[in-house]
């Protein structure tokens, strides 16, 4: 058609830097006569051509005044076909857009003419609509294998529908299951801690005066001094149902600490062996490398306790009794699907059995208080109640798995703590300290029995008591004696003023005082999030003449701050 030596076609297709384009077909010479050149720039030959401008032709291109302007080469690379006469055609879309070029050579000069120009022209023309026909037919194609593609998702999710709303009803199901156990635990929390705080105040008293005659009745007296005990012993009875059910409200204040549960569960094992008997086989496995966390010591262990004295009972004829610790993550996932569960790491204790187990309608009821299936007079129904107090308390988790036959595991997940420091907080046993020389104390309780009985006890060890009902009271006394060492008060007062509105007034009469408080309960006043506040000391009801005498002397015995 036009006499050219050789021909090509360049897709309209540039790099990154829009500076080179594809080629695509060739022929009048083997393909390794462009292969081993980059792809032509868009230089200012090539450019009209690439921009759909129009026809390029020439008779001689080397003298073309758009030649070789383009540095390194300024003209045709060496071993470069020789070019002289040029002629590129743009093949343009039915759209406008450029498609390519096609572009024609010979070596020799003035081979192509305006009839070399018409039926290239004419073959760029058919060129695009045939490259337009088939990119339209690529695009069907897709469109319909996409269509397909669509049609067999549908199918299947169609297939699998059922199952995927089944599964979501189920984990709202669960969802809303754990929501209400959350909400009625809370609702049975609040009750029990408004009865634990009564029973306080009253066992206080019955706790005081057994111990004043337990200490007072002359050793003759042995029928009455053995009635004293066992009352004694009914009365702490019922003072550890009362601190359960605190812990199982969440109202008991902790005092937490930075916690090694190895070290602490390792602790326990004597104490253990000798709880469980010896058809219990106890086993301990404890982590290396097992994180800290932080929680009370004290509650801690009579929550594994707990824990254990329940195994125990699952387990009449004997068995074993498994205590393992270990780190765990919980995910998001599962804080989804667990009330009151925050996703982070935990330092964890698990207390396994192989007794009886449990069944599902059990399962369901484990933590309520008071709920036991043991025989009358051989559960109170506290033990797991204290157990889920003090983990939630303890901003934890508990997690319980169990099976008729096939035993029971307890797992506690306590938060872990970024911390190094282990504080052992072991007291030895001490004879009970007396007062030191002209030491006085303000007793300020607004229950009359209990302040008699702690006015009477504080002036038994030798201090110099002094008492008032209320915050007012104490105030107005506390303004007409020069020194006052202590101020003994109650959390929970009337009239108006707390425990703490008093230590903090009386501090700006005497600066130097010192603070103990009390409480059958514990409120916001020195109790926050479940922890006591920095630095405060606290006696919880009901305390005996010994805790009393020993927490008084160590409060005035600490430096002043």
Do not use: C
Request: proline residues 4%.
């Amino acid at each position: 058609m036009t006499g050219a030596q050789f021909g090509a076609f360049f897709y309209n297709v540039t790099n990154a830097a829009g500076e080179s384009y594809m080629l695509y077909s060739l022929s009048g010479v083997a393909r390794e006569h462009f292969s081993k050149f980059p792809m032509p720039r868009n230089t200012a030959v090539f450019a009209p051509t690439f921009g759909g401008q129009g026809i390029v032709r020439s008779d001689d291109i080397t003298q073309d005044a758009r030649y070789g302007n383009n540095s390194p080469r300024h003209g045709m690379p060496d071993g470069h076909l020789p070019v002289r006469s040029y002629l590129a055609v743009p093949v343009i879309s039915r759209n406008g857009d450029v498609i390519g070029g096609l572009f024609f050579g010979h070596e020799r000069t003035r081979v192509f003419t305006d009839r070399s120009e018409q039926a290239l022209e004419g073959l760029a023309g058919e060129a695009a609509i045939a490259i337009d026909n088939a990119r339209l037919f690529e695009a069907a194609e897709r469109e319909l294998r996409e269509r397909q593609r669509a049609e067999d998702a549908l199918k299947e999710l169609n297939a699998n529908l059922e199952v995927l709303v089944q599964h979501k009803t189920d984990e709202l199901q669960q969802s809303a299951e754990a929501l209400r156990q959350a909400q009625k635990m809370e609702a049975v929390g609040q009750l029990t801690g408004g009865v634990a705080h009564d029973f306080n105040n009253l066992l206080q008293v019955i706790v005081g005066n057994l111990d004043t005659l337990s200490r007072n009745l002359p050793p003759e007296m042995g029928r009455l001094r053995r009635a004293t005990a066992q009352a004694m012993t009914g009365a702490r009875r019922a003072a550890a149902l009362t601190q359960r059910l605190l812990a199982f409200a969440r109202r008991q204040p902790l005092d937490p600490k930075p916690v090694d549960s190895n070290a602490l569960v390792r602790g326990m094992s004597e104490l253990l062996h000798r709880t469980l008997g010896e058809i219990i086989d106890v086993e301990i496995v404890l982590a290396g490398g097992l994180w800290k966390t932080e929680a009370d010591p004290n509650e801690l262990e009579s929550a594994l306790l707990n824990l254990a004295i329940n195994a125990r009972d699952a387990m009449p004829e004997g068995g074993k009794l498994t205590i393992e610790t270990f780190n765990a993550h919980l995910d998001d996932a599962y804080a989804a699907l667990h009330a009151e569960v925050i996703p982070g790491q935990y330092a964890v204790i698990s207390v396994s059995d192989t007794g009886s187990g449990m069944n599902a309608e059990t399962l369901s009821r484990v933590f309520e208080p008071f709920f036991t299936t043991k025989a009358q007079g051989k559960g109170t129904g506290l033990g797991l109640s204290q157990v889920y107090g003090f983990v939630k308390q303890s901003k934890g988790h508990v997690k319980l798995y169990s099976e008729p036959g096939e035993g029971t595991t307890v797992k506690i997940y306590l938060p872990r703590l970024i911390s190094d420091a282990v504080e052992d907080d072991l007291l030895d046993d001490m004879p009970i300290p007396e007062a030191a020389t002209g030491e006085t104390i303000l007793v300020v309780e607004d229950d009359p029995d209990v302040r008699a009985y702690s006015v009477e006890s504080l002036r038994e060890l030798g201090y110099q008591v002094l008492e008032a009902f209320n915050g007012l009271a104490a105030m107005e006394i506390l303004k007409e004696h020069r020194r006052i060492d202590l101020i003994f008060t109650d959390v929970v007062l009337p009239g108006g003023m707390t425990g703490a509105d008093i230590v903090k007034q009386s501090r700006e009469v005497q600066p130097g005082i010192k603070a103990l408080f009390t409480t059958g309960y514990s409120r916001n006043a020195i109790v926050h999030h479940g922890r006591l506040d920095k630095g405060v000391q606290l006696l919880t009801k009901p305390f005996s003449f010994e805790e009393l005498a020993a927490k008084v002397r160590d409060v005035l015995d600490r430096p002043a701050k």
